[in-house]
C-alpha cells in the first residue's frame, strides 16, 4: 500500500509539472550528489604572480613573461565546459572537462574540481595556468655546410581565443614548402574545429582545409569530418650516396582528396562502438609523366636533369595514376579508461594516457562513376596499452591495403603497415629517470604507387642523415634515458637532459634502390625543457653521431624539436608512410582527442 501511494503521489507531482512519470522519477535521484549552483573560471596567465610558493627572485621574470603573453580568455575556457549552472553535479563530467581542456596546447595546467555548500549545492571551480603560445622551431642541417631545413613561426593562442596561426618554412629533399596555417577549435563560437593551410611548394602548390565536429569526451556519440586538400610534390626517390655523392631520383605527383563522413557511438564511457559513413574521392596523376622524371645530385634540388632511362625505368612500375569514388563503412571498438601520469613524454606536466584496446576500421568501395577505378580499400587500427608496476606497455599498429577488381585478374596491392612498440619505465614515483624502449617497423608490399622507406632521420636512426639508406622494410629500436634534474630555476621551467641510443636495419624490399644495410647504431644525447614548469609542450635540442670508425664533423647531427619526436605524446603518423598513403577516409579519424 505504501509504494502504491508513493507511485501515486509521484504520478500526480509529475502531472501538475507537465512532465511524464519517469521524468518525476530522475527529477527525484538525479541529483543526490546536489545541484551546480555556481560556476567559477580562474583562468592563470603562464606564472600567477598571486602564488606565495614562487621563487621571489624571479618576481620580474614571471611578470616579464606574463606581460608578454595574451592570457586565454575566459569565453574560450567556459565554451569547453560539459556542464552549466543548474545542472547535477557529476565529478565525471569534471574530470572529462579537465581532460578536454587540457587537450589544449595552450593550456599548461588544468585542475577542475567542486566545493560543497551548506544548502547541498555545489560550487565548480575551473583553475586554467596557460602554456608559452609562441613557439619557434628552427632545424638545421650539417651535412652540406650549414643550411636551414625548417623554420616555423606558430602563435597557438592568438590575442586568447584559443586560435593558432602559423607561418611555415620547410626545405627537406625535394620538398620546399612556405606558407601558412589557420587554426581554430570553436570555430563560430561553438564546438566545430577547422583548418586551413596554404601555401606553394617547389612543384605547385597546396591547400588543406578541415571541418570537424569531434566528440566530446567520452560522452559525446556523433561526430562529423569534412576536409579537402590538394597538393603539388615531388616524390624524392633516394639512391643513398654514389660514388660519395647523394643521388636522388624525382617524380612529380599532383595528390587530391576530398572526403565526408559522420560516426556515431554506442554504449558506455568504457565499452564503446562506433559506426560510421562517408564517401570520398580521391585522385593521383603525375604531371608530364615519365618525360618529367628527374634526378639531381649532391642534394642541390633546383638542378635537376632528366633521368636517363635506368633510373626511369626503376620508378616507373610505382606510377600508377587513378580517380576513385568511393562509398566507405567506419568501424570500431573501444574498451579503455584514462589516468593520469607524470615523467612519461614531460616532466611534471600532466599526461592522459589511453589504457585498454581500441580497434577501427575503414572498409570502402569504389564507385562506378565515368572512368574511375574498381576496387576495395580497407585499413585498420590497433591501439593496445596496459601497466604492470612500474611499466607502461603499449603498441600502436596500423594497415592498409586495396583490392584490386577490375582487370582479368584481381590483386590485393598498395599494402602498407608500420607498428610502434613502447615500454616506459619509472623505478620509483620520485625517481629523476624515465627509460623508455620503442621499436618501430614499417614496410610496404606490391606498390604500384611512390614508395620509399630510408633508415635515417628523426624518427629512425637519429645519427644517420634522413636520406641515407633507402628500402622498403624497416626496424629501428631505441633506448632512451630522460633525466630529470630539478634545477636551477624549478619554479620557471622543467630542465633535464636525454641520452639515447638508436638502432636499426633495413631491407630493400620492393622499393626503388633498396639496399641491405645491416644493422646501423648512432648514440646522443641533449637538453630537454618545458616552459613553463609543470608544462606538458617539451623542447628538445639533441645531437647524434653514427658509431662509424671514421667518424668526422659533418656526421654529426642537430635536432632541434617542438614536441616529443618518439613516444606516446609524438605524433603517430611515420611521414614516410604517410607521403604513400592513399585513403581518404581512415578509421582512425574520430577518436577523443582527435
Not at 8 to 34: H, N, W
Not at 195 to 205: I, K, Q
Not at 237 to 266: K, N, Q
Request: glycine content about 12%; proline content about 4%.
Amino acid at each position: 500500500m505504501r509504494l502504491c501511494c508513493n507511485n501515486l503521489a509521484m504520478a500526480i507531482t509529475a502531472l501538475l509539472a507537465g512532465v511524464g512519470p519517469g521524468m518525476a522519477q530522475q527529477s527525484v535521484d538525479v541529483c543526490r550528489q546536489g545541484r551546480i549552483s555556481y560556476v567559477f573560471v580562474d583562468n592563470h596567465s603562464i606564472f600567477d604572480t598571486t602564488d606565495p610558493e614562487l621563487d621571489p627572485r624571479f618576481r620580474w621574470a614571471y611578470r616579464t613573461a606574463n606581460k608578454l603573453h595574451w592570457r586565454t580568455r575566459e569565453s574560450v575556457v567556459r565554451r569547453e565546459l560539459l556542464f552549466e549552472i543548474g545542472d547535477c553535479y557529476d565529478p565525471f563530467l569534471l574530470s572529462e572537462t579537465e581532460r578536454i581542456l587540457r587537450g589544449y596546447t595552450f593550456l599548461s595546467r588544468v585542475d577542475v574540481f567542486g566545493i560543497r555548500q551548506e544548502d547541498g549545492s555545489v560550487h565548480v571551480v575551473v583553475d586554467t595556468q596557460d602554456e608559452w603560445s609562441t613557439q619557434v622551431d628552427l632545424g638545421l642541417d650539417f651535412q652540406d655546410g650549414v643550411s636551414v631545413e625548417v623554420f616555423d613561426f606558430r602563435e597557438r593562442n592568438i590575442l586568447g581565443t584559443g586560435q593558432s596561426l602559423g607561418l611555415f618554412y620547410e626545405e627537406r629533399e625535394a620538398q620546399r614548402n612556405y606558407g601558412a596555417t589557420f587554426i581554430t577549435p570553436q570555430l563560430l563560437r561553438t564546438r566545430w574545429d577547422m583548418r586551413v593551410s596554404a601555401g606553394r611548394t617547389r612543384a605547385g602548390s597546396l591547400f588543406v582545409e578541415d571541418i570537424t565536429y569531434p566528440f566530446l569526451g567520452d560522452i559525446g556519440r556523433r561526430a562529423f569530418r569534412q576536409s579537402y586538400m590538394r597538393e603539388d610534390q615531388f616524390f624524392s626517390y633516394s639512391e643513398g650516396v654514389v660514388g660519395g655523392t647523394r643521388r636522388h631520383v624525382l617524380v612529380p605527383i599532383r595528390d587530391e582528396a576530398f572526403s565526408v563522413a559522420g560516426v556515431g557511438r554506442l554504449g558506455d564511457r568504457n565499452n564503446l562502438t562506433l559506426l560510421g559513413a562517408g564517401l570520398a574521392f580521391e585522385r593521383l596523376v603525375y604531371p608530364g609523366g615519365s618525360a618529367a622524371i628527374t634526378e639531381v645530385v649532391g642534394g642541390r634540388f633546383d638542378d635537376r636533369t632528366p633521368a636517363d632511362p635506368g633510373r626511369v625505368d626503376a620508378v616507373d612500375g610505382l606510377m600508377d595514376s587513378f580517380r576513385r569514388f568511393r562509398a566507405v563503412a567506419l568501424l570500431g571498438q573501444r574498451n579503455l579508461r584514462w589516468v593520469q601520469r607524470r615523467g612519461l613524454d614531460a616532466f611534471r606536466g600532466d599526461e592522459d594516457v589511453r589504457l585498454g584496446v581500441e580497434v577501427q576500421v575503414a572498409l570502402g568501395r569504389t564507385i562506378p562513376i565515368a572512368d574511375g577505378a574498381d576496387d576495395w580499400s580497407g585499413n585498420a587500427t590497433l591501439y593496445m596499452a596496459n601497466e604492470f608496476g612500474p611499466f607502461l606497455l603499449a603498441a600502436r599498429i596500423r594497415a592498409d591495403a586495396r583490392r584490386r577488381l577490375d582487370g582479368p585478374d584481381p590483386a590485393t596491392e598498395d599494402v602498407l603497415a608500420g607498428a610502434d612498440l613502447f615500454a616506459y619505465l619509472r623505478p620509483s614515483a620520485g625517481s629523476s629517470h624515465t627509460l623508455l624502449l620503442r621499436a618501430s617497423g614499417a614496410g610496404g608490399w606490391r606498390m604500384r604507387t611512390p614508395f620509399q622507406l630510408t633508415l635515417g632521420g628523426e624518427r629512425g636512426v637519429r645519427g644517420l642523415h634522413r636520406d641515407e639508406l633507402p628500402g622498403g622494410r624497416r626496424l629501428v629500436l631505441s633506448l632512451e634515458d630522460r633525466i630529470f634534474l630539478g634545477w636551477p630555476w624549478p619554479d620557471v621551467t622543467d630542465l633535464g637532459l636525454t641520452v639515447f641510443a638508436d638502432a636499426g636495419r633495413i631491407w630493400p624490399g620492393e622499393a626503388p634502390f633498396g639496399v641491405d644495410s645491416g644493422w646501423e647504431v648512432a648514440l646522443g644525447g641533449g637538453l630537454r625543457f618545458n616552459f613553463p614548469a609543470g608544462g606538458g609542450t617539451t623542447y628538445r635540442i639533441d645531437v647524434a653521431v653514427p658509431v662509424v670508425s671514421d667518424l668526422r664533423w659533418r656526421d654529426l647531427r642537430l635536432v632541434v624539436s617542438v614536441g616529443e619526436i618518439l613516444g606516446l605524446g609524438a605524433d603517430p603518423g611515420d611521414p614516410q608512410l604517410v607521403r604513400s598513403r592513399r585513403s581518404a577516409l581512415s578509421g582512425d579519424l574520430f577518436h577523443f582527442p582527435g
